[in-house]
Nanobody, 128 residues
Framework: QVQLVESGGGLVQTGGSLRLSCAAS????????LAWFRQGPGKEREFVGG????????YYADSVKGRFTISRDNAKNTVYLQMDSLKPEDTALYYC?????????????????????WGQGTQVTVSS
């Protein structure tokens, strides 16, 4: 059974930065696709960023492109989301998700339906 535990959320002012981490248990991390999704107040869950098992393919939502960076450390079973130039509209509960496949498909990586495991989420609040 895979468990995902997010950390790094918090309260930050507009223009600030945060780095989210997601640590995974289980032995399938290094061959799995990882992603971050978020759900803001009154909104549906949306894709933020995803990364292939090798780290060579990374995709981002248009709303965060150029501000957020996803990365992974397979030796530490951890995926990160570096968030810079934060805006109030980035306020949301951020979830880490793991897809057991080694897909590099843009559609598969950016769609929540393909993910097998989810964390509990970490809250990010950006004040104006």
């Amino acid at each position: 059974q895979v468990q995902l535990v997010e950390s790094g959320g918090g309260l930050v002012q507009t223009g600030g930065s945060l780095r989210l981490s997601c640590a995974a248990s289980g032995g399938i991390f290094s061959t799995s696709t990882l992603a971050w999704f978020r759900q803001g107040p009154g909104k549906e869950r949306e894709f933020v960023g995803g990364i292939s098992w090798s780290g060579t393919h990374a995709y981002y939502a248009d709303s965060v492109k150029g501000r957020f960076t996803i990365s992974r450390d397979n030796a530490k079973n951890t995926v990160y989301l570096q968030m810079d130039s934060l805006k109030p509209e980035d306020t949301a509960l951020y979830y880490c998700a793991l897809d057991r496949s080694s897909t590099i498909s843009y559609y598969r990586i950016t769609t929540s339906a393909g993910y097998d495991y989810w964390g509990q989420g970490t809250q990010v609040t950006v004040s104006s």
